[in-house]
């Protein structure tokens, strides 16, 4: 087992092959949008994919089970469609602390989104603008120590994020009182930052502790453990383990 900084212990080796096999997945969907071979090159993928799918399905979690790798406490999430490792969905973007770059409060991620993500002919899906900023947002509200479910998301769109270029994603606390934090962040051309194409403005709000049991009731970490939580993140935590 590996000690992780940010949570708790992992398999090493496990992670290791599941962000391998998440790299390969993402690789495979870039390439299944863009390639031109032939309908019977297509036929011939298409079934060894469908073998693979077959060994992988061999043993499964129900959607109520967390991943082994999973820290929820952390926001380690491997298989999350913005910036889990093991998805084949996500782009995938890794946020950080914009500290470094003076920019306290504020976290920050670069990304570049191929045509698997594509809306209007050459740009970004606005839908996906949405999913990213919602990640970005969240982020912020938790680097800043505030926890909460999206009550509320806005966007604007100001020019379209073309695709298969460098953007930065920002967003920052704007403000937080009680159980509500409101967030905002943008996405930018990463030539260009201080020109925002995508402005997002969330409202984050903890639920009600009767709530938050009754919405992660059924929730369990990799072994079955469940413990009523204290707050959206640690459904699974054994009372007393976290802080």
Do not use: C
């Not at 992988?56 to 979690?61: C, G, K, P, S």
């Not at 002919?121 to 947002?137: E, I, T």
């Not at 604007?156 to 460098?166: A, F």
């Amino acid at each position: 087992m590996t000690p992780d900084v940010e949570g708790a212990p992992y398999d090493p080796e496990l992670m290791a092959a599941v962000a391998d096999l998440g790299e390969a997945l993402r690789g495979l969907v870039d390439a299944s949008v863009r390639t031109t071979v032939p309908p019977s090159e297509l036929r011939d993928v298409a079934a060894v994919v469908r073998t693979a799918r077959e060994r992988l399905a061999v043993r499964t979690r129900p959607a109520t089970r967390l991943s082994e790798l999973d820290d929820p406490v952390t926001f380690r999430r491997v298989y999350n469609p913005v910036n889990g490792v093991g998805s084949a969905l996500a782009p995938p973007v890794h946020f950080r602390s914009a500290s470094d770059d003076g920019e306290d409060g504020t976290v920050v991620a670069e990304a570049s989104f191929g045509p698997a993500y594509e809306g209007p002919p050459g740009f970004l899906h606005g839908g996906m603008s949405g999913l990213v900023m919602d990640q970005a947002l969240g982020a912020a509200a938790i680097r800043a120590g505030l926890w909460g479910m999206t009550a509320r998301l806005e966007l604007d769109y100001r020019r379209p994020v073309p695709l298969d270029t460098p953007v930065v994603l920002r967003a920052a606390v704007a403000g937080s009182a009680g159980r509500k934090a409101v967030v905002t962040g943008t996405i930018a051309l990463a030539s260009a930052p201080g020109t925002p194409l995508v402005e997002a403005r969330g409202l984050f709000v903890l639920p009600r502790e009767e709530l938050r049991a009754a919405y992660f009731a059924e929730i369990t970490d990799a072994s079955g453990r469940h413990a009523s939580p204290s707050r959206p993140t640690d459904a699974t935590a054994p009372s007393g383990a976290r802080a």
